[in-house]
């Protein structure tokens, strides 16, 4: 009912930018947050960044990229962003981008959770 695609990921050397982007389509009725996580091979998932849909859109990072990478959303068009500068190789990995809200009609309204299929980053020289 949900669908989540990112797109912008790619090879860049150390201290260069990228800018990834997923965009949810579908039957949605609202959404609560958006966010991204990254798998790097041997390592579990991580939170790199989320964001809130209401109000301000309160944001929050993971400690080791705070300060270089920035999440922004243009709600309108279900859409969430992440800035990434002075790219490190550690922060190389499969980058997935994560869904939450609501699907259906006001009427009838069921929870989703869903996920992008990744976007790999590699920082290397």
């Known amino acids: 009912q949900v669908q989540v695609v990112e797109s912008g990921g790619g090879l860049v050397q150390p201290g260069g930018s990228l800018r990834l982007s997923c965009s949810a389509s579908?039957?949605?009725?609202?959404?609560?947050?958006m966010g991204w996580y990254r798998q790097a091979p041997g390592k579990e998932r991580e939170l790199v960044a989320d964001?809130?849909?209401?109000?301000?859109?309160?944001?929050n990072y993971v400690d080791s990229v705070k300060g270089r990478f920035t999440i922004s959303r243009d709600n309108a068009k279900n859409t969430v962003y992440l800035q990434m500068n002075s790219l490190k190789p550690e922060d190389t990995a499969v980058y997935y981008c994560?869904?939450?809200?609501?699907?259906?009609?006001?009427?009838?309204?069921?929870?989703?959770?869903?996920w992008g299929q990744g976007t790999q980053v590699t920082v290397s020289s």
């Open positions: 994560n869904v939450r809200g609501w699907y259906g009609a006001i009427w009838s309204r069921f929870s989703f959770n869903s």
């Open positions: 579908g039957t949605i009725f609202s959404i609560n947050a």
């Open positions: 964001i809130s849909s209401g109000g301000s859109g309160s944001t």
